[in-house]
């Protein structure tokens, strides 16, 4: 006997479906258990967090640089101008993030803007940016 009447006479059809039905149910039970670990992890986050204290934050007033205030952009550009030194003449912004990141520099997204708005820095191409110089 040969063919679709032996899988027949040996209840193939039977033992395929069912084989189909485990590996379903074995997928099933994994992808439940999946999406259980986000959850079991938090558990035991929040019992090693529970002994460290949480950070007190002081808010502080962000600093704002005016275009109408010469002298302060002109003290800003050049403590950014003197990091930027060693980088070259053109650098990318993510360079200057990192760097005034490193001196302690206060919101340095903001004073980039400013520089940008004031014509300070201008593009390089290709992802590179260079200092204008100060026109007094």
Do not use: C
């Not at 994994?30 to 090693?48: C, G, Q, V, Y």
């Amino acid at each position: 006997m040969y063919g679709l009447a032996a899988i027949e006479q040996a209840n193939g059809w039977a033992m395929a479906v069912t084989g189909a039905g485990i590996v379903l149910t074995g997928l099933a039970v994994l992808s439940f258990l999946i999406s259980l670990l986000p959850r079991l992890t938090n558990i035991f986050e929040k019992k090693a967090s529970d002994t460290v204290a949480a950070p007190v934050l002081e808010l502080m007033p962000t600093p704002t640089l005016q275009a109408d205030a010469p002298d302060t952009m002109d003290v800003e550009s050049a403590t950014y101008i003197a990091l930027t030194e060693d980088l070259g003449d053109s650098f990318t912004l993510v360079d200057l993030h990192r760097k005034s990141k490193e001196a302690g520099l206060t919101h340095p997204h903001l004073s980039i803007r400013q520089f940008r708005e004031a014509g300070l820095l201008v593009s390089a191409g290709e992802a590179r940016f260079s200092w204008q110089p100060i026109s007094k």
